[in-house]
């Protein structure tokens, strides 16, 4: 679709669902994403510009893949957690067959910042981030707490589960070429401790620094849930620990801002449920080990011929950052 | 390896240069970060052709040692790695932990040095 008929059929589609609205304007694309396509614009009409975002499969044509669990249930998934006082975006409205944009939809545009080195780095956020690791344990609590009895339609996915699904898209990313005997190692060792079912609760799945909005008083909302689903509440404490999210500031686990304890203490005091800092360990190093994999998988989409950039086979190459990040995490116990 | 001039690394420095000299400040957006991207990958290529040789010998010689036999350096890895996941391995092995150390090390300092964990895991 040529990109003056899409801009046409998304004002079409917004004066169809969004009432009072007249047309739209300043349309700009934020990201070229594998797995989505990220539009930025506003809806004109009677009162002022409301700053809006699309969210749409690549081209509005779904894609069918086994984490991820498809923008219309991603849509119904912010709605709920946003009606239940998740810091989440409000959905305005799901594309519909007729509107013949595809798989999408579209949420308010919330102002701020999601570049990490900014937030780590620029004055303007200098107050907000020694308060940044408790908030997002705040945060994190409060997607654990959203009802799942309202959540039907996500998947579970269990802690053996988790470490199988790493261990097959190892096996199809590295064993057939060269193993890897640092995450041989991690796998084991991971193997040997992974956590029983117990508390099981929503989690957002992609819980860290660059995907939430942060203004100069703090967090504002969290993006991408694409790959949410039942699960440990630990992973999204965990996940925003790995190194890769620290973006340099190795000292500070969370984020690149913060102490874990800080997490963990906010986390404790909203959710009432007491921290295992071992539990959270295993997730790190689990994250860590599933990062590296996943970065050798974008290699892969490139050299099988799918979609071809100079990025992802340099992303490829980065699965030896996670191999150090395990190496610090597995050498010294 | 060719010995006359213009060696591959000096080929391959020209066209770094390029990238980050000339195509980077003429273009911005999308193609000024994959011309950083594009000129980090050259960079990376060279390291890993200066140090290849260096690294692929002390791999092999550590393989051997905690093997306790010689062979293919390739297949002394896979053999490694089965009985790490094979159970075949102490993971508390103080010898097997500097290896993995190591290696990680090696990989990282060729493909990307600057990154937190290297100089970390280096003891820096």
Redesign the interface.
């Known amino acids: 679709m040529a990109e003056a008929e899409f801009e046409a059929a998304l004002a079409a589609a917004t004066r169809r669902h969004l009432e009072g609205t007249t047309g739209i304007a300043d349309l700009r694309r934020l990201s ?1 994403g594998a797995s989505q396509e990220t539009w930025s614009f506003d809806a004109a009409g009677t009162g002022a510009p409301q700053p809006l975002i699309l969210r749409r499969a690549p081209g509005g044509v779904p894609e069918n893949r086994s984490t991820a669990i498809g923008q219309v249930r991603e849509a119904r998934l912010i709605q709920i957690c946003h009606d239940h006082g998740v810091k989440a975006p409000n959905v305005r409205y799901v594309l519909e067959e007729e509107d013949g944009l595809g798989v999408g939809f579209v949420m308010d545009r919330v102002a701020g910042e999601t570049l990490a080195p900014r937030i780590l780095r620029d004055d303007l956020y200098a107050e907000a981030r020694p308060k940044l690791a408790g908030q997002c344990g705040e945060v994190a609590a409060s997607i654990h707490a959203v009802p799942m009895g309202e959540l039907d339609f996500l998947p579970e996915i269990t802690p053996e589960q988790q470490w199988r699904n790493t261990w097959e898209a190892y096996e199809k990313f590295f064993l057939q070429w ?5 995450f ?2 991690a ?3 991971l193997k040997e401790r992974v956590p029983a079912r117990d508390r099981v609760t929503l989690v957002h799945g992609d819980f860290r620094n660059g995907n939430i909005i942060f203004g100069p008083e703090g967090v504002r909302v969290v993006l991408d849930w694409e790959i949410a689903h039942f699960g440990d509440p630990m992973e999204d404490l965990a996940w925003i620990c790995v ?1 890769s999210w ?1 973006f ?3 000292d500070r686990p969370v984020g690149g801002f913060g102490r874990r304890e800080e997490l963990f203490e906010a986390y404790e005091r909203a959710s009432g449920v007491p921290v295992d800092p071992e539990r959270v360990k295993f997730w790190e190093i689990f994250g860590s080990l599933r990062w590296g994999v996943t970065c050798r998988g974008m290699a892969f989409t490139h050299l099988t011929g799918h979609d071809r ?3 992802r ?2 992303i490829g ?2 699965s ?2 996670c ?6 995490l ?2 010294r ?1 | 390896m060719r010995a006359d001039r213009p060696t591959a690394d000096e080929l391959l420095e020209a066209v770094e240069e390029f990238l980050r000299e000339k195509v980077m400040p003429a273009v911005s957006g ?1 193609l000024n ?2 011309s950083r ?2 000129a ?2 050259i960079a ?1 290529v060279r390291r890993e052709v200066a140090r290849s040789p260096e690294i692929e010998q002390a791999q092999h010689a550590r393989l051997a040692g905690l093997l306790g036999h010689d062979g293919d350096p ?1 297949a002394l ?2 053999e ?2 089965e009985q ?2 094979n ?1 075949g391995r102490d ?2 092995d103080a010898a ?2 500097e ?3 190591l ?3 090696e ?2 300092g ?3 040095p600057r ?4 100089a ?2 280096n003891g820096e």
């Open positions: 070229a060269s193993p890897s005997p640092v041989d190692y796998f084991r060792w190194n620290r340099g500031n190795i950039s100079v990025e086979p340099a190459r980065r030896s950052e191999e150090a990040d395990l190496m610090i597995l050498g116990r | 999308h970060f994959h991207v594009a980090n990958v990376a390739r890895n896979r490694l790695c790490i996941r159970g993971l508390d097997l932990l290896h993995l150390r290696v990680a090390l990989n990282l060729v493909d990307n990154y937190s964990a290297y970390k895991l």
